[in-house]
T-cell receptor
Framework: DAKTTQPNSMESNEEEPVHLPCNHSTISGTDYIHWYRQLPSQGPEYVIHGLTSNVNNRMASLAIAEDRKSSTLILHRATLRDAAVYYCILRDDGFGNEKLTFGTGTRLTIIP | GAGVSQSPSNKVTEKGKDVELRCDPISGHTALYWYRQSLGQGLEFLIYFQGNSAPDKSGLPSDRFSAERTGGSVSTLTIQRTQQEDSAVYLC?????????????FGSGTRLTVV
């Protein structure tokens, strides 16, 4: 899988928007951008994914740069429950490449 | 069920014993994955199933580890002659279909402690 780069940690105030960046300069045309998060003592949780266009769901928004070499996960109004490790992962759409390879992610701390 | 179910949630075993970890994926999900996460570490891929077959076993750390899936549903991860370094949280995930366009749903994991 192509490599992603994320900051090790970020802090944000409660009830404010959070922008979590991810760089993926070696992304290929068939790579989907996936985001997962892992709350303390829980398994990872799917957040959102996209290919080229920006995506919105009930949890977050995903903004993808026009050249697709970076993306940003946006939490519109952070709550204490959003404190987690956030993983940005590239997934090749081709068959035979099933492994989800988790990096170290960004540990998000929410300040009350 | 509504989510991926794993059992037991916690398992303490003596070094040298065999253990079996069970995963019940979401009904209808054809793809199933096993990962493990050691304390304070990232997630390590172990194996995945498409239906009952396992095209990729490359992540299994040794021949003491094996997994099977029956009926395209329940999967069992077996660790023989457990060692202390096997202590970790073992996570199972399932996905609707084969391919990268769909998100994975993870279970809460089985915390294995080898004493």
């Amino acid at each position: 899988d192509a490599k992603t780069t994320q900051p090790n940690s970020m802090e944000s105030n409660e009830e404010e928007p959070v922008h979590l960046p991810c760089n993926h300069s070696t992304i290929s045309g068939t790579d989907y951008i996936h985001w997962y998060r892992q709350l303390p003592s829980q398994g990872p949780e799917y957040v959102i994914h996209g290919l080229t266009s920006n995506v919105n769901n009930r949890m977050a928004s995903l903004a993808i740069a026009e050249d697709r070499k970076s993306s940003t996960l946006i939490l519109h109004r952070a709550t204490l429950r959003d404190a987690a490790v956030y993983y940005c992962i590239l997934r090749d759409d081709g068959f035979g490449n099933e492994k989800l390879t988790f990096g170290t992610g960004t540990r998000l701390t929410i300040i009350p | 069920g509504a989510g991926v179910s794993q059992s037991p949630s916690n398992k303490v075993t003596e070094k040298g014993k065999d253990v079996e970890l069970r995963c019940d994926p979401i009904s209808g999900h054809t793809a199933l994955y096993w990962y493990r996460q050691s304390l304070g570490q990232g997630l390590e891929f172990l194996i995945y199933f498409q239906g009952n077959s396992a095209p990729d076993k490359s992540g299994l750390p040794s021949d003491r580890f094996s997994a099977e899936r029956t009926g395209g549903s329940v999967s069992t991860l077996t660790i023989q002659r457990t060692q202390q370094e096997d202590s970790a949280v073992y996570l199972c995930a399932s996905s609707l279909v084969y391919g990268q366009r769909y998100g994975y749903t993870f279970g809460s994991g089985t915390r294995l402690t080898v004493v």
